[in-house]
Structures are given as structure tokens and as C-alpha cells.
């Protein structure tokens, strides 16, 4: 039978190095202190059993209970007394289990091959290296995969930094290539300007219109310019004004501003007066 290294251990160097006689002779000594402590001497040569004066202690106590002990006092201690005691009773439950593993392995050594038993330490030291060498190599594992993960969590900040600057930087290149278009509207509108008081000019203005038109088609905008009659939308008209008109009651009866739209969206909305119907 092979006990729990937690049993063997105690006794592990005792019992390596040892040959029969050492081991006969350990036991024979042994067995003569167990015999001792159970009988205890008197000065007249006469032995007597150990813990007999017990009895000389428990004859001046009537039932365990002192006369100055109260009733309140007495039923508290029949109750179960305090945590303290509590706390007392598991330790001496504790000491006997450990006593009942020790007497088990006495048992053991002593009734097993010295040669079975240093098999048994042999083996037992075998595994335990080897559980020591598994555990290593797990907490080396360990190490590694937190490595990899500061790591992979490191290259992840870095990325998204990348990103935002990147994001970033497309914004100012958008940004600047619409401004740099909107200049040559710009420079048309001055010189359109500069020409003289009686020149036409209206021709130019057109022209730089229609050049500031294809600008805003360039960046997905659209005019929102709702036609006489049309119904009313709360998400792309804006309502200032009601008004008498030989449009239908609640219909658009003329647009003050139009409005625009970027990718489907509505950037500004259209500023239109609704008819009230007929006068």
C-alpha cells in the first residue's frame, strides 16, 4: 500500500540508511517509551496508572458547577459556550486527526520492507521533480503568453494612433483641396470686380456661378429647391412664414432660401413660406 507523501515525509531520513537490526532495534525502543509514559513510579517502588489523581481533582467540584456561579451564568455555559471554546474544539479535532495520520504511518513503516520503503521514498521524489518540472515549464508558459499580450496590446495603441493621424491627415487634404478650388472663384469674382463701372459684367458673374456650382457637384452637394405646391418636409424645410396663396392650404407657396445636401445629408435646410389656400 502507498501512503500520501504528506505521510512519509516525517519519516523519510529515518528510515533510508537503515538495515533490519537498526530498524529491530528503533522499535524495540520505542515500544519502551510508549510503556513508560503509560505507568508513572512512587517512592515506595510501586507503579501506579498514570492519571489517577484526576479523580482527587474532580472530588471537590459537584458536577463541574462552583457555588459562585450564577443561574444565568450556568445556562450560558450549557448553551455552548463561547466562540473562544469553539475555536479550542476544532484545534483539538485537528491535533487528533493529525495524530491518527501519524499513528497510520508508524503503522506502515513498521509493518513494510525497509527496501519497499526506500522504493517508495525513491519514487515518490521522482514525481515530485517531476511535478516541480511541469510546474515550471507552465510558469515559463505563463510568462510568455503576458509577454505576447503587452506586446499585441502595445502594437494596438500604436495603431490607433496611426489611424486618428491618418483620418487626420485625409481631413486637412480634403479640406485644402476645396479651398484651393473655391480660390478660383475667388480670383473671377475680383476681377470681375475690378472691370469698369460701365462694363457689363453679368456675363462673368454667370460664368463664375456656374464655375462655383461644379465646385460644390465636385464635393456631392445638391441645392434643396422645392418647387410651388410641393407638400412640406420637417427634415428639409425650414417653414418662416404663412401666407394667403393660390396654392393648396399647406403646401409650399415660395421658397425664401434653398437649401443643401452633402452625401444625403442635410447640411442647411430650405427656408419656405406654406399657403393658407385661397383668400
Do not use: W
Not at 476645396?178 to 470686380?193: H, I
Not at 465636385?218 to 396654392?247: A, K
Amino acid at each position: 500500500m502507498l501512503l500520501p507523501p504528506y505521510r512519509l515525509c516525517p519519516y523519510m531520513t529515518d528510515q533510508e540508511g537503515m538495515s533490519d537490526g537498526d530498524v529491530a532495534e528503533r522499535d524495540d525502543e520505542r515500544s519502551e517509551g510508549d510503556d513508560s509514559v503509560a505507568t508513572e513510579s512512587d517512592p515506595n517502588g510501586e507503579t501506579a496508572p498514570a492519571g489517577d489523581g484526576s479523580e482527587a481533582a474532580d472530588s471537590g467540584a459537584d458536577d463541574g458547577v462552583s457555588d459562585d456561579e450564577t443561574p444565568e451564568e450556568i445556562d450560558d455555559s450549557e448553551d455552548g459556550g463561547s466562540d473562544d471554546d469553539v475555536g479550542l474544539e476544532g484545534t483539538e479535532s485537528e491535533v487528533e486527526d493529525d495524530l491518527d495520520v501519524a499513528e497510520e504511518l508508524v503503522e506502515h513503516v513498521e509493518s513494510s520492507d525497509p527496501e519497499a520503503i526506500a522504493d517508495e521514498i525513491a519514487s515518490l521524489r521522482f514525481e515530485v521533480e517531476a511535478l516541480e518540472a511541469e510546474r515550471d515549464d507552465y510558469e515559463e508558459e505563463v510568462e510568455s503568453l503576458r509577454s505576447r499580450l503587452k506586446r499585441k496590446q502595445a502594437d494596438f495603441e500604436n495603431y490607433k494612433k496611426r489611424m486618428q493621424k491618418r483620418r487626420e491627415e485625409e481631413k486637412a487634404r480634403a479640406t485644402e483641396d476645396l479651398v484651393t478650388r473655391l480660390l478660383d472663384v475667388r480670383d473671377n469674382l475680383k476681377r470681375a470686380l475690378e472691370q469698369d463701372e460701365d462694363a457689363d459684367i453679368r456675363d462673368g458673374i454667370e460664368t463664375t456661378l456656374k464655375q462655383f456650382d461644379r465646385v460644390l457637384e465636385d464635393e456631392n452637394v445638391e441645392s434643396i429647391e422645392p418647387e410651388r405646391g410641393d407638400e412640406v418636409d420637417p427634415e428639409r424645410h425650414e417653414v418662416l412664414v404663412r401666407m394667403d396663396s393660390d396654392q393648396p392650404e399647406g403646401t409650399i407657396a415660395d421658397v425664401h432660401r434653398p437649401g443643401y445636401e452633402m452625401g444625403g445629408k442635410v447640411i442647411r435646410t430650405a427656408q419656405v413660406a406654406v399657403s393658407d389656400g385661397d383668400e
